[in-house]
């Protein structure tokens, strides 16, 4: 065994199912550790996407075969093709019987779909790294942490293995693993609908023809800051108009918008969810929200 593998104390070798951005990720990681056996790819443009990303040509491989000379499999495919993976390794167990251990990345997918493979020996779990990895490289999986499902596998090796990548196993309570799209869904809303709120400002901003909207960075950076802060609080660190309840602003942000009907549109759906939530929360009464609604629609 080689230094590096030496120094992770993990006497296992890895291969990778996919080629996506979190498959990327762990690559990177895997292969400076010197871990890597193989990434397997189906789409043959995947081959120079990971050449360029900075695999070595010979970790990566299209021969399903070659997967199976590692201790650790990994799937991180979409979750439509999880299924079919795992019954992939099932008809080609008997062949190639090596690998043991084996997990899937997703998040929404119950661990359960690997159940399978228990039945030929395998211990599976799911690990899911809880990150946005739309520039994917190894730096982003530091100090993550993962959601386990586990069925069978031993918690010592899941525990090693999320530490090889600089990570924090949390196992997910039953509430979770009944409710795995809720569980998803939370992930989701912290980081998808953040961003897409962000891209309506830079919409607004590309229709008066603003050109740099690097003014905004810390405004972005200090509400992320304030909602960290708050994160385990029943506090809404919110401000501005929807705080203080200034429906004359509101009545002026449509009266700008309305020629725009794809902007308003928008406009509308964000202040109806945010309605929702503010009144869930207690924050609104129900005059306050028939005020509101009350603009809505008259600029519907």
Same mark, same amino acid.
């Given at each position: 065994? @080689?230094?590096?593998?030496?120094?992770?104390?993990?006497?296992?070798?890895?291969?990778?199912?996919?080629?996506?951005?979190?498959?990327?990720?762990? +690559?990177?990681?895997?292969?400076?550790?010197?871990?890597?056996?193989?990434?397997? %790819?189906?789409?043959?443009?995947?081959?120079?996407?990971?050449?360029?990303?900075?695999?070595?040509? /010979?970790?990566?491989?299209?021969?399903?075969?070659?997967?199976?000379?590692?201790?650790?499999?990994? #799937?991180?495919?979409?979750? /439509?093709?999880?299924?079919?993976?795992?019954?992939?390794?099932?008809?080609?167990?008997?062949?190639?019987?090596?690998?043991?251990?084996?997990?899937?990345?997703?998040?929404?997918?119950?661990?359960? !779909?690997?159940?399978?493979?228990?039945?030929?020996?395998?211990?599976?779990?799911?690990?899911?790294?809880?990150?946005?990895?739309? %520039?994917?490289?190894?730096?982003?999986?530091?100090?993550?942490?993962?959601?386990?499902?586990?069925?069978?596998? @031993? +918690? #010592?090796?899941?525990?090693?293995?999320?530490?090889?990548?600089?990570?924090?196993?949390?196992?997910?309570?039953?509430?979770?693993?009944?409710?795995?799209?809720? %569980?998803?869904? #939370?992930?989701?809303?912290?980081?998808?609908?953040?961003?897409?709120?962000?891209? %309506?400002?830079?919409?607004?901003? /590309?229709?008066? $023809?603003?050109?740099?909207?690097?003014?905004?960075?810390?405004?972005?950076?200090?509400?992320?800051?304030?909602?960290?802060?708050?994160?385990?609080?029943?506090?809404?660190?919110?401000?501005?108009?929807?705080?203080?309840?200034?429906?004359?602003?509101?009545?002026?942000?449509?009266?700008?918008?309305?020629?725009? !009907?794809?902007?308003?549109?928008?406009?509308?759906?964000?202040?109806?969810?945010?309605?929702?939530?503010?009144? $869930?929360?207690?924050?609104?009464?129900?005059?306050?929200?028939?005020?509101?609604?009350? #603009?809505?629609?008259?600029?519907?």
């Amino acid at each position: 065994m @080689d230094t590096k593998s030496s120094q992770t104390n993990m006497p296992y070798r890895f291969s990778i199912i996919g080629a996506g951005k979190v498959a990327k990720a762990l +690559a990177d990681k895997l292969q400076e550790l010197a871990l890597l056996d193989f990434v397997y %790819y189906k789409n043959p443009f995947r081959e120079q996407e990971l050449l360029d990303f900075g695999i070595n040509s /010979n970790n990566i491989t299209n021969k399903i075969e070659d997967i199976f000379k590692s201790d650790i499999i990994i #799937i991180s495919v979409n979750d /439509n093709a999880i299924l079919d993976v795992v019954e992939t390794i099932s008809k080609n167990i008997d062949i190639f019987p090596k690998s043991k251990l084996l997990f899937h990345t997703s998040g929404l997918i119950s661990a359960k !779909v690997l159940s399978p493979l228990i039945n030929k020996g395998y211990n599976v779990f799911s690990a899911h790294p809880i990150q946005t990895f739309f %520039y994917p490289r190894q730096s982003l999986l530091k100090n993550i942490t993962w959601g386990i499902e586990n069925l069978n596998a @031993d +918690a #010592i090796q899941i525990k090693r293995i999320i530490e090889l990548f600089d990570g924090k196993a949390m196992y997910l309570p039953e509430q979770l693993i009944e409710n795995r799209a809720l %569980y998803h869904l #939370i992930c989701v809303i912290s980081s998808n609908f953040v961003t897409t709120t962000i891209e %309506y400002a830079k919409l607004i901003a /590309n229709h008066l $023809e603003i050109q740099d909207i690097s003014f905004l960075s810390e405004l972005i950076k200090t509400t992320t800051d304030n909602c960290l802060r708050n994160l385990n609080s029943l506090n809404t660190p919110l401000t501005g108009p929807l705080a203080r309840k200034d429906f004359d602003a509101i009545n002026r942000y449509f009266s700008e918008i309305a020629k725009n !009907v794809p902007l308003k549109k928008i406009l509308v759906s964000h202040l109806i969810a945010n309605i929702d939530l503010m009144k $869930e929360k207690k924050l609104y009464d129900q005059s306050e929200e028939d005020k509101i609604k009350k #603009i809505i629609e008259k600029y519907q």
